[in-house]
């Protein structure tokens, strides 16, 4: 009988026994079907098996190896990999209706917790909180710039789904086994039935392939249009879905150790916000404020100054025009920016940091 190629299964790190046990069911197997089977068995070696006559039997030994688990499986996305960083922007209305908050945080995998038999992944979150005025009145009820890095959520994968721990029970919080015409399911950070999936794209994750699913939602003024998988959606990663009157969040970039892959590789992803390491932030003063051209902000303690941003509520940076500055103070004109609200930020020697909000008249 002429004997067919051979053929390397693959190379099994356990014990005597599960060998013998695998061998005598393919020997089983094959004998019941009429062919010959040869094999030679080498405890912790290479179990080599030569089948003849046709490729059923190759099939049938590799699913039957499959369901024994000896054939590791390499295709499922690891969604939840050391050093994922998701990089997010809010903007709000604080406690206080007088006040907005922006908030500019980034949220790392700090380890893991086991929770009812359940190992999840830490979600750890660090970032800045800055809040200003609504209004040109009064704003003394407006906090000081803080920051902040606390646990914000305990995750964990499944197969193409991703839970989330909520105190008491276990949530969804993402199902990526999606195909175009499909319904969203409801989950922790989807309230809406009515989501169906219109195309899906792929984006380069590491080295992983991840889909894109592109979807429309009904009656919303200001949509979510996307889900990444394993990043989230195009409003973060945890938070809802659904956008409501007074709050916005948006996802600003996903990186794994430092390296941007969302929006697209290789994208600007400010990473070092909010760090515990961070010097504390003194809350300087200016006056005139609000004004519609120059104002002057007290220094002080700062020393030399070797930095200067502006930034609207938002976090874009916007243009103004520093004026001669004596020791101790700083002289803005603000005639060519636009009205609004602004945070100065200034850096002095030795990386000590100043913060005040200003308004344009």
Not at 16 to 22: E, G, K, P, Q
Not at 191 to 212: A, H, K, L, P
Not at 326 to 343: F, H, M, P, Q
Request: include cysteine.
């Amino acid at each position: 009988m002429q004997i067919g190629s051979l053929m390397n299964c693959l190379s099994i790190r356990t014990s005597s026994l599960v060998f013998v046990v695998v061998f005598i069911g393919c020997k089983i197997l094959v004998e019941r079907r009429g062919f010959f089977l040869f094999s030679r068995l080498q405890p912790f070696a290479l179990i080599r098996i030569t089948i003849v006559k046709t490729d059923f039997m190759k099939r049938t030994f590799y699913i039957l190896l499959l369901v024994l688990g000896l054939i590791p499986a390499t295709y499922g996305q690891n969604y939840l990999q050391p050093g994922s960083q998701w990089r997010i922007n809010a903007t709000g209305l604080s406690m206080s209706a007088e006040c907005y908050f922006t908030e500019q945080y980034v949220c790392e995998i700090t380890g893991d917790s086991l929770v009812s038999g359940q190992i999840y992944k830490k979600i750890n979150c660090h970032g800045l909180k800055t809040e200003g005025p609504t209004s040109p009145n009064p704003w003394s009820n407006c906090q000081p710039p803080t920051t902040f890095n606390h646990l914000y959520a305990l995750v964990r994968q499944e197969g193409l789904k991703l839970y989330i721990y909520d105190n008491p029970e276990e949530k969804l919080l993402y199902d990526f086994d999606l195909q175009v015409g499909d319904t969203l399911p409801l989950s922790y950070n989807n309230y809406d039935n009515q989501v169906t999936i219109d195309s899906i794209t792929t984006i380069q994750i590491g080295n992983e392939v991840r889909n894109v699913f592109h979807f429309t939602q009904q009656n919303q003024s200001f949509e979510i249009n996307k889900i990444i998988e394993g990043v989230g959606h195009n409003w973060g990663f945890i938070g809802t879905m659904q956008p409501f009157e007074f709050f916005e969040t948006s996802l600003e970039c996903f990186a794994i150790n430092d390296t941007t892959y969302y929006p697209s590789l290789g994208a600007p992803c400010e990473l070092n916000v909010g760090l515990s390491e961070e010097p504390d932030i003194v809350l300087l003063t200016a006056s005139p404020n609000p004004t519609d051209a120059t104002m002057v902000i007290e220094t002080g303690m700062l020393g030399e100054i070797h930095r200067l941003d502006m930034v609207d509520i938002y976090g874009n940076q916007c243009s103004f025009k520093e004026s001669n500055s004596d020791a101790g103070i700083v002289k803005l004109n603000l005639s060519t920016a636009e009205s609004g609200v602004y945070i100065v930020r200034i850096v002095g020697e030795n990386g000590s940091v100043g913060m005040t909000r200003v308004v344009r008249l």
